[in-house]
């Protein structure tokens, strides 16, 4: 399976998921031009997507989603919940509703819902699963990590996790109080301490690649999540390859492959910007 990270943050989210021939989007944060641009930066055609798969209806996560839709023909797919808190217009845009919890087809491809816990309406993570048995599972803008989302994500072959602060960066930031508990809240997203303890009950004998997403412009650092996570692979041993997304660009290419334990990531720009 192909993953492709084309930006992450509060300024626009988007991951390109391949296999067999069937190509979709978990989330579309950009508009139809600057995900286009970055779709052909990591070698791929956006008039190609056979769906945009939505985690939840926050601004960053669905910006280009009823744009592209509608330009290319391309389905949403969507929680009740997530259209109901939107404002696509249903009559011009193709929806195709699921129940979280369950599992759908595009293409070749399976993905398994499943609820989260974030302020939003009906909010899901994700795990992609390809016809050979390749499981990634994406997760990006939850407060707490329960035991059924634990459970869900736990042995993917990848994983894609947010790790959105670092909690002293935040705490001294220039963010409105009300603002700073939201976001350490239980409904807010993950301080990278609370990532790396979930991360750490996620990975098992079968991930190979993990790559943290969602990172706070403001109040983290792409060195900060590096450090942590290559801290957490050599305490508990893992032998893993390491992303961080990037939001102003896409990050790499992932081929991620069930069994393999060594997965490859061709960067698009050798040089990693800092956040």
């Not at 190979?208 to 792409?222: A, M, P, V, W």
Request: overall charge neutral; some cysteine; hydrophobic content about 40%.
């Amino acid at each position: 399976m192909i993953v492709a990270p084309l930006g992450s943050g509060s300024a626009g989210n988007a991951y390109y998921f391949e296999s067999d021939g069937t190509s979709i989007l978990v989330d579309a944060g950009f508009g139809p031009r600057e995900t286009r641009k970055r779709l052909e930066g990591v070698g791929r055609d956006i008039e190609q997507l056979k769906g945009i798969v939505l985690t939840h209806e926050h601004y960053d996560h669905i910006r280009g989603a009823e744009r592209i839709a509608r330009k290319y023909g391309i389905p949403i797919y969507l929680t009740r919940g997530t259209l109901d808190a939107s404002r696509i217009d249903r009559a011009e845009t193709p929806l195709i509703v699921f129940d979280n919890d369950t599992t759908f087809t595009i293409g070749e491809l399976n993905v398994h819902a499943r609820k989260i816990i974030h302020d939003a309406a009906d909010p899901a993570c994700f795990v992609i699963e390809a016809r050979d048995g390749t499981r990634v599972g994406i997760a990006s803008d939850l407060g707490h990590v329960d035991d059924p989302v634990l459970k869900h994500l736990k042995n993917c072959d990848g994983l894609f996790f947010e790790s959105n602060h670092d909690l002293d960066m935040l705490r001294m930031g220039t963010y409105p109080w009300s603002l700073k508990r939201r976001i350490m809240s239980r409904f807010g997203h993950l301080s990278n301490d609370d990532s790396m303890l979930a991360v750490q009950r996620m990975i098992g004998a079968e991930t190979q690649t993990l790559c943290l997403i969602h990172l706070s412009q403001k109040n983290n650092h792409e060195s900060i999540v590096r450090d942590m996570a290559a801290k957490l692979l050599k305490r508990t041993g893992a032998q893993l390859e390491l992303g961080i997304a990037l939001q102003e660009r896409p990050t790499g290419v992932f081929e991620v492959r069930r069994g393999r334990r060594a997965a490859t990531t061709r960067a698009v720009n050798a040089q990693m910007a800092l956040w």
